[in-house]
Every structure is written in C-alpha cells, then in structure tokens.
Nanobody, 119 residues
Framework: VQLVESGGGSVQAGGSLRLSCAAS????????MGWYRQAPGKQRELVAT???????DFADSVKGRFTISRDNAKKAVYLQMNSLKPEDTAVYYC??????????????WGQGTQVTVSS
C-alpha cells in the first residue's frame, strides 16, 4: 500500500492550503490517519490525527487553525490549513495505520509534501 500526498506549495502568511493523502493498494481497513511535519533541523512532530470513527486530535500549535478530515470510501485524509504562519514551514507527511487481510497492522508513511509560508 502506498500513501500519495498532494497539495503542498508556497503561500504568504495568513494564507491557506489543503493537503490530501490517499492510500492505494489492497488493504482491509485503515485505523487512525494523521499528518506529521518536519522542519529543517528539527524532529518530526505530530500535527493532527483522526481515528476511524472521526475523533480528532491536534498539536497545540495548530489548534483553531488546522482541521483534519477523512473519507473512508476514498481511503483519504485531508488537512485544511488556515491562517498559516512562517513557523508552519515544513515537509508534511501523511501517516496511516493499515490493516491488511493477513491481519497484520502496519503503519505507513507518504513521501512528504513541502509547505512553505513566507512572511
């Protein structure tokens, strides 16, 4: 299974971007999905997660500005980012807990998409 991300780009502070991530391949189900980010010289950090039932969690730094949603039929997760700040600049990675027909549960990562916010 592959996770394919799209929607990154460059925007000025205060602007918005929407990231998308879709799983392709044979799988049984997807549990939690989420977005992480990694800025230059920093560790990868959690941005937002959403459970299979739609429960969400956000990093304090993005609460009130970002929303996460998913479309289970499309095996996709989205991150709507509003009121972007320069400190949101990072490579954003999609993550999903995938259950295979074999019963194996395995986490998968997307390739990353760059988000650059200029002041």
């Amino acid at each position: 299974v592959q996770l394919v991300e799209s929607g990154g780009g460059s925007v000025q502070a205060g602007g918005s971007l929407r990231l998308s991530c879709a799983a392709s391949g044979i799988l049984f189900s997807i549990n939690a999905m989420g977005w992480y980010r990694q800025a230059p010289g920093k560790q990868r950090e959690l941005v937002a997660t959403i459970s299979s039932g739609g429960n969400t969690d956000f990093a304090d730094s993005v609460k009130g500005r970002f929303t996460i949603s998913r479309d289970n039929a499309k095996k996709a997760v989205y991150l709507q980012m509003n009121s972007l700040k320069p400190e949101d600049t990072a490579v954003y990675y999609c993550n999903a807990e995938i259950r295979y027909y074999s019963g194996v549960l395995r986490g998968s990562w997307g390739q990353g998409t760059q988000v650059t916010v200029s002041s």
